[in-house]
């Protein structure tokens, strides 16, 4: 639900998330907030009650769009409905996990000085923030929290693989990674990398990861860090993310 679908379509219909909703992995529905305003000037804004700065987002729009999409919605299906908000629990890899285990996700992005109180108090279960800043509005933060949520739907991603190793999957960082040529302005690919023993070369892994967490992210080693799981997924499946030798996005 947003008053800019066309911000929201223009960043989820490229690349992984685009070929993921072609390939039928993922659906995305954008709704327009302005084309359910009773309104005879199609306005969805208004000033605040008791004075104030800037102008609220009126309940009757978002009340009515809410509804329609109900109308569309499975009486069974496990859907949660998420307003993009400062003031809400900042979104980690752990929310996304938990939110790819619903069959709906419903993404309420706010614009101008917020939202009347009483629309967010009747239809939304929690509020989503990516940061301790503030956007102009919830478009980009609702498009952080679909791609984040939709790599995690199977298919969408080559194999289980490519998430499982990652940065903050484990708790950890990524380690860091090379490709050809083995030397490049005169810095060689480390060594352990070529080696072909691949007991070493998880080890190596492993290191450089904790090194790098402690690093740049010293806070995440406090919290709970998981041992390597060796885990691999099917290879060759046909996905969304692409050929495996393009995983690099150059569209
Ligand atoms: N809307 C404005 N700022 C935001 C933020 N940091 N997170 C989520 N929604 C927002």
Redesign the pocket.
Known sequence: MTLFPEVVRAVLDSSITGRAQAAGYIKINTYNIRDYSKDKHRRVDDTPYGGGRGMLMAPQPIYDCYQAILKECAPDEKRRVIY???K?KVFTQETAKRFAGYDRLILLC?HYEGIDQRVLDLIVDEY????D???T??EI?ACVVVDCVSRLIDGVLPAAECYESESLTDGLLEYPQYTRPPVFMGIPVPEVLLSGNHAKIDNWRRERAIEITRLMRPDLLGKKVCAADDESGGEGDKTAAGDEKSDIETE
């Open positions: 993009l908000s400062p809400g706010g989503v923030s990516i940061g800043y503030v956007l509005g919830g933060p």
